[in-house]
């Protein structure tokens, strides 16, 4: 497998999120990722998000690409890893079973205190995310990789959704 470039490291996560920092980071990389290819590219289209990682991975990231990585792209991830992290990290999978989690210094929630943070922290990612594809649409003349290809033609009129059960959002096509 080739790989993986990550636009968010645990240690990041950790102090800007609601991650504790005693948590293995082999178990947070693939919520980033996932959250990155699940969330963050579709918001992006695919040209300018590997316009992203060959930046991040080339450590080049500048520019106009540097103001929407760091104060858009980053803050919409932390708060969407947030919320897969909510449902995830109370979950472990093993060889045998799938189970909840324990800790000797925290006791679990009960599934509706879960649910009720679960609702704030979805509500809090898609006010991020509204104000990444609002910063795209205002800056789309300046950056050419957005909407550049058929395929991400469909990006040119994302209109974030405001249904909270409508964890996709509405893509309208022009």
């Known amino acids: 497998m080739a790989g993986k470039i990550y636009f968010l490291d645990a240690k990041n996560w950790e102090n800007y999120g609601f991650i504790n920092s005693n948590i293995d980071t082999n178990k947070l990389k693939p919520i980033i990722l996932r959250t990155q290819k699940l969330r963050i590219e579709p918001i992006l289209g695919t040209t300018l998000f590997d316009k992203l990682q060959a930046d991040v991975e080339g450590a080049s990231v500048s520019g106009i690409y540097k103001t929407l990585l760091d104060d858009y792209v980053l803050d919409c991830l932390i ?30 929630n009960p599934v509706s205190e879960n649910n009720d943070l679960r609702d704030q922290l979805i509500k809090e990612a898609k006010q991020f995310e509204r104000k990444l594809i609002g910063w795209l649409q205002d800056n789309r003349t300046d950056i050419p990789e957005y909407c550049n290809t058929e395929a991400d033609k469909c990006h040119q009129s994302i209109k974030p959704s405001t249904n909270d059960g409508d964890y996709m959002g509405s893509i309208l096509i022009a």
């Open 79 to 108: 708060a969407y890893c947030d919320w897969s992290y909510s449902f995830h990290g109370r979950n472990q999978m093993t060889n045998k079973t799938v189970g909840a989690n324990n800790d000797q210094y925290i006791s679990s």
